[in-house]
């Protein structure tokens, strides 16, 4: 089946440093990613939508200048938490969309968890 | 009130037990996802459904389209089946997911 890898699974930061969060498809081409985040006991919470080759776009209330993404190629999205701070300690989730999907697919990465200190 | 409702939200059961987890919608939805988080944060999807049932192992899921309503049953529970369920849907011409809140389940031996 479809495998989505994140990288790292975990990481540990101090306040106002920058930390990237990289999410790949490892055996299929993905024109779109999402990136999530999930606050503890809660659901997902879209935070971006991510295509190749264009800018993200954002939902409301998710700052692009404070989590920057890029789309590099077919199987590689990255998301950049700029001058982290404690309150963005949080679970980020990709998912992937196949290229060549026929149908409403999402192929989930295994997260990372980030703590700013 | 919330697009995806999950009821019940916290479910304790014994092993060898039948789960009903259910889910219900308000908006007009392409496909309906169930998927499970365990404890360590990742999540797998389970089944994709635009319409009637899927079976997957001790794993079966419905949809009714008309009554906006799925539910996912786990048949003869195992403790290793303790997680958290969530419900999501794909509303119309769009890729983005709408989650429940998800359903914790836990099961003891």
């Known amino acids: 089946g479809a495998v989505v890898s994140q990288h790292p699974s975990w990481v540990i930061c101090k306040s106002g440093t920058s930390v990237k969060i990289e999410c790949r498809s490892l055996d299929f081409q993905a024109t779109t990613m999402f990136w999530y985040r999930q606050f503890p006991k809660q659901s997902l919470m879209l935070m971006a939508t991510s295509n190749e080759g264009s800018k993200a776009t954002y939902e409301q209330g998710v700052e692009k200048d404070k989590f920057l993404i890029n789309h590099a190629s077919l199987t590689l999205s990255t998301l950049t938490v700029t001058s982290a701070h404690p309150e963005d300690s949080s679970f980020y989730i990709c998912s992937s969309i196949p290229r060549l999907a026929t149908s409403y697919e999402q192929y989930f990465g295994p997260g990372t968890r980030l703590t700013v200190t | 009130k919330n697009e995806v409702e999950q009821s019940p939200q916290n479910l304790t059961a014994q092993e060898g037990e039948f789960i009903t987890i259910n889910c219900s919608y308000s908006?007009?939805?392409?496909?309906l996802h169930w998927l499970q988080q365990h404890p360590g944060g990742g999540i797998v999807s389970l089944f994709m459904?635009?319409?009637g049932k899927k079976k997957h192992g001790r794993l079966i899921a419905t949809i009714n389209i008309q009554e906006k309503h799925s539910s996912l049953h786990i048949t003869a529970s195992h403790p290793r089946d303790s997680a958290v369920y969530i419900c999501?849907?794909?509303?119309?011409?769009?890729?983005?997911?709408?989650f429940g809140t998800g359903t914790r389940l836990q099961v003891f031996p």
């Open positions: 999501a849907v794909s509303s119309y011409n769009t890729d983005k997911l709408i």
């Open positions: 459904l635009s319409s």
């Open positions: 908006v007009g939805i392409s496909a």
